[in-house]
């Protein structure tokens, strides 16, 4: 089992900037570069939606970005590490929510669905204050 465990979440203010970290630890079938990794995130009675993903070594490590993120956000991952990143810059209330990380062992390029991710983690929590 590959166990992903989130940190770096916590409470800021609109505007401001955080970035969260996912480390992997565990057995895994695969190494760590060939996983696709990604970044989902949950509000207060909401579902769990996509935020970012990045691709494993195949694939360049192309990323995607949900529409609502991108060019605030920039996800990126240190193979030697084994740590996923996401960066958050100019942070709205909005964006508040549980954030989790994921892998994907059976997809390794930046895939945006749940079902595609094999492991998660238990989730570290922003808000945004306005």
């Known amino acids: 089992q590959l166990e992903l465990v989130e940190s770096g979440g916590g409470l800021v203010q609109t505007g401001e900037s955080l970035t969260l970290s996912c480390a992997a630890s565990?057995?895994?079938?695969?190494?760590?570069?060939?996983?696709?990794l990604g970044w989902f995130r949950q509000g207060s009675g909401k579902g769990r939606e996509f935020v970012a993903a990045?691709?494993?070594?195949?694939?360049?490590?192309?990323?995607k970005y949900d529409d609502s993120v991108k060019g605030r956000f920039t996800v990126s991952r240190d193979n030697a590490k084994e740590i996923l990143y996401l960066q958050m810059n100019n942070l709205k209330p909005e964006d508040t929510a549980v954030y989790y990380c994921?892998?994907?062992?059976?997809?390794?390029?930046?895939?945006?669905?749940?079902?595609?991710?094999?492991?998660w983690g238990q989730g570290t929590r922003v808000t945004v204050s306005s």
């Open positions: 990045i691709g494993g070594s195949w694939s360049g490590g192309v990323t």
């Open positions: 565990g057995r895994s079938f695969d190494s760590f570069g060939s996983l696709g």
């Open positions: 994921a892998a994907s062992q059976q997809f390794g390029g930046a895939v945006k669905m749940e079902y595609q991710y094999s492991y």
